[in-house]
Structures are given as structure tokens and as C-alpha cells.
């Protein structure tokens, strides 16, 4: 069946720091792959995707780069900033189960001054 | 446009009454699902509607729930008999259909409802 793993939080870090949370995934097809992210008190919303192997979503400063060979989709960013603080939700999409969305746990991200 | 819109925003009830959840898609979209978010928790698939098809219901937790989508636009999401366990934020999402490609395409997450029950 189809399900994704992603690393569990929470994750703090230092402002300018590196981020990477770890997203892997098990799908049937040939899935297409989403970032969303959940700031404070606010709705969930569409961060970055990719929708076939090898394919780059960015956005933000944010990428995420779609390995069919590791079947993973790792979120990255150079240099977090205080206002990154939100949780993070890696999700799987594949029409071989008729569209629907497969999210991960979450990982909440605090970025500290 | 007018994004995904749900209410009541919030709504406390007592143990055992029954609620009612309302989901307005965003005009055009053909997939709505409904996700159940609890407190600390992800998001727990719970429905899911596709244009005339029968929707995928296997995520419902119990018999007390229970959805329906009239005119393939509005969705209400009722819980009967509620207990505390079913305290949390209800999402709703809507989506518009695979392209031409085959792709699915984006999610857009309504603000959610949060249900209490007392």
C-alpha cells in the first residue's frame, strides 16, 4: 500500500542554520509528491511538489528533489529564518489508488534568534 | 477566488449529542476529502469524494460517521452520539481533477473546525 515516513520532530534550530527533515515514501505507481507546511494558527497549504523522478520542487528557498531510487523526498533549506517556524507535512498523491493523499506525521520546526 | 471554506470554526458539544461539519469547495474542484487532525497528531485521512464516483470511505473511524456531498459541491461531515475522543480539528480539502497528464494536482485546505466535546 501507500504510506510516508518522515523524520519526527521536534526539530529546533539556530537561525541560519541548515534544515533537512527526511521523507521517504511506499507507493504502488508512479506518485506525485508534496511539501505542505502548517504555520502557527493557521491551515495547511501547498509548500512545494514534484510530480515525477528526478523533478525539483522549490519555493521559498525551500527544494525537495523526487528520488524514485531511494523513493524519497527530503526537504531542504539553506538558511531557516525565524519565520520558518511551522510544521512541515510530507504527502504522496498516486491515481493508481484513485487520488488520494497519503500524508506524513508532521514535523514541527522551531527556528530560534 | 474564494479558497475552501468550513463551519462552523469551532463548535463545543456534549458527550453523546450529534454534530454536523460543513465543507464549501472551491467552485470547480471535483475531489473533497475530509482529514481529521488531532491535538500533537498528523492528519488522518477520513474521506474522500471524486466527482459521481462512490467516495472512499475506508478512513472513517467508526459507524458514527459518516459524510455525504450533494450536487457534487457542499459536504457535510456528521458525527452521531460524539464522544471526547472525537475532540480534534476537522479539515476539509478540495482538488481539481488529474490533468491531461494524469498527474494529481494540489491540495487546498479549508481553516478546519475545531469540535470539543465535553
Known amino acids: 500500500g501507500n504510506s510516508v515516513t518522515q523524520m519526527e520532530g521536534p526539530v529546533t534550530l539556530s537561525e541560519e542554520a541548515f534544515l533537512t527533515i527526511n521523507c521517504t515514501y511506499t507507493?504502488?505507481?508512479?506518485?506525485?509528491l508534496f511539501w505542505y507546511v502548517q504555520y502557527p494558527g493557521e491551515g495547511l497549504q501547498l509548500l512545494l511538489k514534484a510530480t515525477k523522478a528526478d523533478d525539483k520542487g522549490s519555493n521559498k528557498g525551500f527544494e525537495a528533489t523526487y528520488r524514485k531510487e531511494t523513493t524519497s523526498f527530503h526537504l531542504e533549506k539553506g538558511s531557516v529564518q525565524v519565520s520558518d517556524s511551522a510544521v512541515y507535512f510530507c504527502a504522496l498523491s498516486d491515481l493508481n489508488t484513485g487520488n488520494q493523499f497519503y500524508f506524513g506525521t508532521g514535523t514541527s520546526l522551531t527556528v530560534i534568534p | 477566488g474564494a479558497g475552501v471554506s468550513q463551519s462552523p470554526s469551532n463548535k463545543v458539544t456534549e458527550k453523546g449529542k450529534d454534530v454536523e461539519l460543513r465543507c464549501d469547495p472551491i467552485s470547480g474542484h471535483t475531489a473533497l476529502y475530509w482529514y481529521r487532525q488531532s491535538l500533537g497528531q498528523g492528519l488522518e485521512f477520513l474521506i474522500y469524494?471524486?466527482?459521481?464516483?462512490?467516495?472512499?470511505k475506508s478512513g472513517l473511524p467508526s459507524d458514527r460517521f459518516s459524510a455525504e456531498r450533494t450536487g457534487g459541491s457542499v459536504s457535510t461531515l456528521t458525527i452521531q452520539r460524539t464522544q471526547q475522543e472525537d475532540s480534534a480539528v476537522y479539515l476539509c480539502?478540495?482538488?481539481?481533477?488529474?490533468?491531461?497528464?494524469?498527474?494529481?494536482?494540489?491540495?487546498?485546505f479549508g481553516p478546519g473546525t475545531r469540535l470539543t466535546v465535553l
Open positions: 480539502a478540495s482538488s481539481s481533477p488529474p490533468g491531461l497528464a494524469g498527474v494529481s494536482d494540489t491540495q487546498y
Open positions: 469524494f471524486q466527482g459521481n464516483s462512490a467516495p472512499d
Open positions: 507507493a504502488t505507481g508512479y506518485p506525485s
